[in-house]
């Protein structure tokens, strides 16, 4: 059970095109899904917290008009990489999560990423 | 800011000894505490967490150690064997933003040799 999927497991797009990810929550209702980016070497970074029905949440430092995130149901969220350039490339990893209580220290089941290259 | 760390980037280890991964995290108010292991082009593998009313909880082969007091993490593998290979990832739950956030240390990588 938790099984999260993510569509495509990569992508190579041009520069100044717009790339979409897909995370899906195969088994399970999520609540909130997250959206990470990992650069080679390096750890998981968050991007943005999401909610079914509602705008998301950035972190510090994330654009929001160039990562657009769409939140539509409880088992779909899909970022899209705006007018993408080669800084973008990256590994993008998806998480999500279910409010056992209060929505309190619940775990994240991840995704497999999706390796974006940006040429 | 928050931040979680950890002390060692690499750890060679022999087939069948034992590994300790740590982990140093800043962030006193946090509550939750998972390991997670990835491999190679895949997403994050749940381990093992703790909550931290506690100081130690065991799995299978695997033992995760808190220490409040000093801030640290362990993450402990017993007879370490060829497919444990791979970055190990502590993160921490902070207790502000109403979600389960998670913050993510630097990872490090355990090669186990023949």
């Known amino acids: 059970g938790a099984v999260v999927s993510q569509h495509p497991s990569r992508v190579i797009c041009k520069s100044g095109t717009s790339v979409k990810i897909e995370c899906r929550s195969l088994?399970?209702?999520?609540?909130?899904m997250f959206w990470y980016r990992q650069f080679p070497k390096k750890s998981l970074m968050l991007m943005a917290t999401?909610?079914?029905?509602?705008?998301?949440?950035?972190e510090q430092g994330v654009e929001k008009d160039k990562f657009l995130i769409n939140h539509a149901s409880l088992t779909l969220s899909t970022l899209t990489v705006t007018s993408a350039h080669p800084e973008d490339s990256s590994f993008y990893i998806c998480?999500?999560?279910?409010?056992?209580?209060?929505?309190?220290?619940?775990?994240?089941?991840f995704g497999p990423g999706t390796r974006l290259t940006v040429l | 800011g928050e931040s979680v760390g950890l002390h060692l980037p690499t750890l060679s280890v022999q087939e069948g000894d034992n590994s300790i991964i740590n982990c140093a995290y800043s962030?006193?108010?946090?509550?939750?505490f998972i390991w997670y292991k990835q491999e190679s082009g895949k997403g994050p593998q749940f381990i093992i967490d703790i909550r931290s009313n506690m100081d130690k909880r065991q799995g299978q082969r695997v033992t995760v150690l808190l220490n409040k007091t000093v801030k640290h993490l362990s993450l402990q593998i017993a007879a370490t064997q060829p497919g444990d290979s791979a970055v190990y990832f502590c993160?921490?739950?902070?207790?502000?933003?109403?979600?389960?956030?998670?913050?993510f240390g630097a990872g490090t990588r355990l090669a186990v040799h023949p």
């Open positions: 999401s909610n079914e029905g509602s705008k998301a949440t950035y």
């Open positions: 088994d399970f209702q999520a609540t909130t």
């Open positions: 962030n006193s108010a946090s509550d939750y």
């Open positions: 998480s999500a999560s279910v409010a056992w209580a209060a929505g309190r220290s619940n775990e994240q089941f």
């Open positions: 993160a921490e739950n902070p207790l502000s933003g109403g979600y389960n956030k998670l913050i």
